[in-house]
C-alpha cells in the first residue's frame, strides 16, 4: 500500500506571496491532518480533516488555511506568506490510533 | 492543557551502548502515548505505542513503557546502533479525534 504523499518536496517563495500544498492520504484513510514544523517550536498542529469537514484546528492565524476532497486528499493554503512561514509542513492520515506521516515539504520564504 | 516534555538532546552513544531517552506527560484522563522517530530528510514514522497504562509498546529493539504514576514513558533501547541515528518524538493523544501533541524531539548520535 501506497505511504502517504507530499507534493511537492521543496519550495521557495518571497513574501507576501501565496502557496498551496498537497497531500494524498493512504487509501482508504479518510483523516488527514497538518503539522508545521520548526527547529525553535517543534511540531505544531495546524488542522484535521475527516470526509471534507475540518474537525480539530490549531492556534494558527487565518492565513492558514485547508480543504479536503471528496478522495481525502487534502490541500493547504498559507496566503501572504511571511520569513517566519518556512518550516517543513507535514501531512498525516490516520487510522483508528495510529497516524502515518509523509515526508514533509520544505518552504524557504526568503 | 496536555504536554509533553523530552530531555533535552542532543545524546551521542557509541554503538552497542544503552540507550534511554525520558518522556512525561501532563493530560487529562487515559491518554494514549506514542514514540515517533524521524530520520533525516524524513517525515515521522511512528516507532511504538501504548494506549492504557502499564501497556508496554515494542518494536525494533525499542521499549517504552507506560506509567501513569509517574506520568511517563521512558524509550529504552539495548544495544543501539548508527543506523539508529535519528530524532525521537514523545506524543500523546488525549482521547478520540483530539491532535496529537509532540514533544521537541531529542536527537540521537550513535558513533561506531
Known amino acids: 500500500k501506497a505511504g502517504v504523499t507530499q507534493t511537492p518536496r521543496y519550495l521557495i517563495k518571497t513574501r507576501g506571496q501565496q502557496v498551496t500544498l498537497s497531500c494524498s492520504p493512504i487509501?482508504?484513510?479518510?483523516?488527514v491532518s497538518w503539522y508545521q514544523q520548526t527547529p525553535g517550536q517543534g511540531l505544531q498542529f495546524l488542522f484535521e480533516?475527516?470526509?471534507?469537514?475540518?474537525?480539530n484546528k490549531g492556534n494558527f492565524p487565518g492565513r492558514f488555511s485547508g480543504r479536503q476532497f471528496s478522495n481525502s486528499r487534502s490541500e493547504m493554503n498559507v496566503s501572504t506568506l511571511e520569513l517566519g512561514d518556512s518550516a517543513l509542513y507535514l501531512c498525516?492520515?490516520?487510522?483508528?490510533?495510529?497516524?502515518?506521516f509523509g515526508p514533509g515539504t520544505r518552504l524557504l520564504v526568503l | 492543557g496536555n504536554s509533553v516534555t523530552q530531555m533535552e538532546g542532543p545524546v551521542t552513544l557509541s554503538e552497542e551502548a544503552f540507550l534511554t531517552i525520558n518522556c512525561t506527560y501532563t493530560?487529562?484522563?487515559?491518554?494514549?502515548l506514542f514514540w515517533y522517530v524521524q530520520y533525516p530528510g524524513e517525515g515521522l514514522q511512528l516507532l511504538l505505542k501504548?494506549?492504557?497504562?502499564?501497556d508496554k509498546g515494542s518494536n525494533k529493539g525499542f521499549e517504552a513503557t507506560y506509567r501513569k504514576e509517574t506520568t511517563s514513558f521512558h524509550l529504552e533501547k539495548g544495544s543501539v546502533q548508527v543506523s539508529d541515528s535519528a530524532v525521537y518524538f514523545c506524543?500523546?493523544?488525549?482521547?478520540?479525534?483530539?491532535?496529537?501533541?509532540f514533544g521537541k524531539g531529542t536527537r540521537l548520535s550513535v558513533i561506531a
Open positions: 480533516y475527516f470526509s471534507e469537514t475540518q474537525r
Open positions: 501504548a494506549t492504557k497504562a502499564d
Open positions: 493530560a487529562t484522563g487515559y491518554p494514549s
Open positions: 498525516a492520515s490516520r487510522r483508528q490510533e495510529t497516524q502515518y
Open positions: 487509501s482508504g484513510h479518510r483523516s
Open positions: 506524543a500523546l493523544r488525549s482521547s478520540g479525534n483530539t491532535p496529537l501533541v
